[in-house]
């Protein structure tokens, strides 16, 4: 299970920094490493603060936003220092390792790690499916990024290699489709966006927080690939049915919806 964890840095600035996580994940036997934007990478700063974890440094991929870095992940766990104004699913580290060891066999798990100065954005934790908070001090709650990786991979590591499990619900038996993964999500708020603004039901002027209330209900749930389709197939339906209307308006007639 270890090495479907991936850990993902966004828009870090100091390369040093992404050499010493790179070090915190060997250290715990953890290899997928993903940098969003990176501000210096390559760098020989990086490779210094690796102290041999060249390899993880190496095989690193770099992508332009978070979405690439997640879109084939099955769960996403976005770290959070301070509390939101949306209130979202909220797990210590130690949580975090009972959530990863009720993950199917296979299934990847993304750990994003924001910014030095001001962690992830608003936008970017909506992207995730829960947010890990470590309980540090309150009087000097700020954890270097590498510091922070190497708690939460210490905890992974504890909760797979030693299966110290909080048991998931029980179903009556192994759940039978596959969890979308967030590209498949991200394509489904997409659509419920497209719609809820044709339908009028949300204003693109004046948006408040449904989208964001929206994403919270369906991610809350980790929504199977089947009950994706099941929505998706109701948005086209209403997609559908709203042409209709708008096509007979038009010609003076009335549709039926």
Same mark, same amino acid.
């Given at each position: 299970?270890?090495?479907?964890?991936?850990?993902?840095?966004?828009?870090?600035?100091? !390369? @040093?920094?992404?050499? %010493? =996580?790179?070090?915190?994940?060997?250290?715990? #036997? *953890?290899?997928?490493?993903? $940098?969003?934007?990176?501000?210096?990478?390559?760098?020989?700063?990086?490779?210094?603060?690796?102290?041999?974890?060249?390899?993880?440094?190496?095989?690193?991929?770099?992508?332009?936003?978070?979405?690439?870095?997640?879109?084939?992940?099955?769960?996403?766990?976005?770290?959070?220092?301070?509390?939101?104004?949306?209130?979202?699913?909220?797990?210590?580290?130690?949580?975090?390792?009972?959530?990863?060891?009720?993950?199917? !066999? @296979?299934?990847?798990? %993304? =750990?994003?790690?924001?910014?030095?100065?001001? #962690? *992830?954005?608003?936008?970017? $934790?909506?992207?995730?499916?829960?947010?890990?908070?470590?309980?540090?001090?309150?009087?000097?709650?700020?954890?270097?990024?590498?510091?922070?990786?190497?708690?939460?991979?210490?905890?992974?590591?504890?909760?797979?290699?030693?299966?110290?499990?909080?048991?998931?619900?029980?179903?009556?038996?192994?759940?039978?489709?596959?969890?979308?993964?967030?590209?498949?999500?991200?394509?489904?708020?997409?659509?419920?966006?497209?719609?809820?603004?044709?339908?009028?039901?949300?204003?693109?002027?004046?948006?408040?927080? *449904?989208?964001?209330?929206?994403?919270?209900?369906?991610?809350?749930?980790?929504?199977?690939?089947?009950?994706?389709?099941?929505?998706?197939?109701?948005?086209?339906?209403?997609?559908?049915?709203?042409?209709?209307?708008?096509?007979?308006?038009?010609?003076?007639?009335?549709?039926?919806?």
């Amino acid at each position: 299970m270890l090495e479907n964890i991936r850990i993902v840095l966004v828009n870090t600035t100091h !390369p @040093g920094n992404i050499g %010493a =996580v790179a070090r915190a994940m060997k250290n715990m #036997g *953890l290899s997928d490493l993903c $940098l969003v934007a990176p501000k210096l990478f390559p760098h020989e700063e990086a490779v210094a603060r690796a102290s041999g974890a060249t390899d993880i440094l190496e095989a690193a991929h770099q992508v332009d936003c978070l979405e690439q870095a997640i879109a084939d992940c099955d769960l996403v766990v976005g770290t959070s220092a301070r509390g939101r104004h949306i209130p979202w699913p909220l797990l210590s580290p130690r949580e975090l390792g009972g959530v990863a060891t009720s993950l199917q !066999p @296979g299934k990847r798990l %993304a =750990v994003v790690f924001g910014r030095e100065d001001r #962690g *992830l954005t608003n936008e970017e $934790l909506h992207l995730c499916h829960h947010h890990v908070h470590i309980p540090t001090n309150p009087e000097f709650s700020s954890l270097n990024v590498a510091a922070a990786v190497q708690v939460i991979a210490y905890e992974l590591r504890v909760a797979l290699v030693e299966q110290v499990t909080t048991q998931p619900p029980q179903w009556g038996a192994q759940w039978d489709i596959d969890l979308a993964n967030s590209d498949e999500l991200e394509r489904m708020f997409a659509h419920w966006e497209k719609t809820l603004v044709a339908t009028e039901f949300l204003d693109p002027e004046n948006p408040r927080q *449904l989208m964001a209330r929206l994403r919270r209900l369906f991610l809350r749930a980790l929504p199977d690939k089947v009950e994706v389709n099941v929505m998706r197939g109701f948005l086209r339906t209403v997609d559908e049915k709203l042409a209709a209307s708008q096509s007979a308006q038009s010609k003076g007639g009335q549709a039926d919806v």
